[in-house]
């Protein structure tokens, strides 16, 4: 079964780093781009990142919101995408998802159930 | 800024036929694909590209574009349909590469 599992959330004060993991099984990790997905409280679906598969660059794009804060990055040896978040704000308050993006098209197909990531003092 | 229009709620009588709607530039040279969310779960791919399903998801959803509107409909739509819908698709211009609209809440009566 192919799978997604997102850890490493928490309560983080404003401006501390945090960093998540988003380990994955199931399929062959190396040959997909992989995703990060945020929703705040009561809010919808926000795209945060991806990071494309090495045999096409492993280039990464990011929201305006988060970019120079968060870097994705990936380890394929682990099967495991990260998500190193920085000077960490109230409105980065949100469930984080991992989802697999489609060998066909740009939909993200595999979801992992979230972690949630609260920023406060 | 770019950005995906969805109405926030829209309601369906049980059995009869709902479409959801999702307007923006990026739909012009993008699908969008829609994703269903209940309560307190993650969210799951229903729709993508021109009109495939994603696995396990019944015939009675699939998905048209036209111009910068895509649509999602429901054909005699079940108790179990009630949930949000997400459309997304890629964006090429400003500021976010992938966008999400910002959800219809569907009501089966």
């Known amino acids: 079964e192919m799978q997604v599992e997102e850890s490493g959330g928490g309560l983080v004060q404003p401006g501390r780093p945090l960093r998540l993991s988003c380990t994955t099984s199931?399929?062959?990790?190396?040959?997909?781009?992989m995703s990060w997905v945020r929703q705040a409280p009561g809010k919808g679906l926000e795209w945060v990142s991806l990071?494309?598969?090495?045999?096409?660059?492993?280039?990464?794009e990011y929201a305006a919101s988060v970019k120079d804060r968060f870097t994705i990055s990936r380890d394929d040896s682990k099967r495991i995408a990260y998500l190193q978040m920085n000077s960490l704000k109230s409105e980065d308050t949100a469930v984080y998802y991992c989802?697999?993006?489609?060998?066909?098209?740009?939909?993200?197909?595999?979801w992992g159930q979230g972690t949630m990531v609260t920023v406060s003092s | 800024s770019s950005e995906l229009t969805q109405d926030p709620a829209v309601s369906v009588a049980l059995g009869q036929t709902v479409r959801i709607t999702c307007q923006g530039d990026?739909?012009?040279?993008?699908?969008a694909s829609w994703y269903r969310q209940k309560p307190g779960q993650a969210p799951i791919l229903v729709i993508y590209?021109?009109?495939n399903r994603a696995s396990g998801i019944p015939d009675r959803f699939s998905s048209s574009k036209s111009g910068n509107t895509a649509s999602l409909t429901i054909t005699g739509a079940q108790a179990e349909d009630e949930a949000d819908y997400y459309c997304?698709?890629?964006?090429?211009?400003?500021?976010?590469?992938?966008?999400f609209g910002a959800g219809t809440k569907l009501t089966v009566l």
């Open positions: 989802a697999r993006k489609s060998a066909w098209g740009d939909a993200f197909d595999i």
């Open positions: 199931g399929f062959t990790f190396g040959d997909y781009a």
């Open positions: 990071i494309r598969s090495k045999f096409y660059g492993g280039t990464t």
């Open positions: 990026s739909l012009r040279n993008y699908y």
């Open positions: 590209g021109k009109n």
């Open positions: 997304n698709s890629r964006d090429s211009s400003g500021d976010h590469p992938h966008l």
